[in-house]
């Protein structure tokens, strides 16, 4: 099976890639036999079924690490994946050649991995602030960066639709491979730290939210 790998974030949370080789027909019979996905499959684009059957096959491979109860992957109202055992949090993304996963049993968790492309560069006008393309420059690897980055922080909040120019922001970090991101909305703030690294010529971008008391809410009228 081509589990590139797994990494271990801290003793709470792992993150797993997974190379997409296997026909549909294999991914099936690696998930669970508890698992039944073929409603859920059924809406997906033709040509995205494999990575999105990839993306799950290791889900369940990470809950492995964590725990053998047979625990089935659900959505809430929002299109957030998570497990009935609420103190599991997961986030999924993937591409035609790659998925990765990150899964916490402690820590609300986002992530995020994107092939490097012209893409990006091409839409930077709908999700870059003219503050983060002093920080971008048109290059097509940072500017790739920033759109990954903003995707884990929209992932990692989950609540409600954000516009990604105006609810999202990122800028650099003191330390390496490190971006400070901020949710902001009309009764959240909160500022959120992204690790960022290459893999396989992707960008992947990930947070763990270990502070969960860093927030300003105040009630709406």
């Known amino acids: 099976m081509p589990l590139l790998h797994i990494k271990t974030i801290d003793q709470h949370t792992k993150i797993g890639f997974w190379n997409l080789a296997e026909p549909l027909e294999a991914l099936h019979q690696a998930l ?6 073929e409603e859920r499959l059924a809406q997906v684009h033709h040509k995205r079924q494999r990575e999105w059957l990839a993306s799950r096959v290791l889900v369940y491979r990470l809950l492995e690490e964590f725990t053998p109860l047979p625990l089935q992957l659900l959505r809430n109202q929002y299109g957030k994946p998570y497990f009935p055992d609420s103190r599991f949090h997961v986030s999924i993304s993937h591409s035609p050649e790659l998925a990765a996963v990150i899964l916490s049993d402690k820590y609300e968790v986002g992530i995020d991995i994107e092939l490097v492309s012209p893409k990006a560069l ?40 954000l516009v990604f120019k105006e609810n999202l922001s990122v800028a650099p970090a003191e330390e390496p491979n490190v971006l400070q991101g901020r949710v902001q909305t009309e009764n959240f703030s909160k500022l959120y730290r992204i690790y960022h690294d290459i893999l396989h010529e992707h960008i992947l971008t990930y947070c763990v939210d270990k502070d969960p008391k860093q927030v300003k809410q105040t009630q709406t009228p």
């Open 122 to 161: 091409r839409v930077q006008e709908k999700f870059l602030t003219d503050e983060e393309k002093t920080y971008t420059l048109a290059d097509e690897q940072r500017t790739c960066l920033y759109w990954s980055a903003k995707e884990t922080l929209y992932k990692l909040y989950s609540r409600k639709r």
């Open 32 to 37: 669970p036999p508890h698992v039944t996905v």
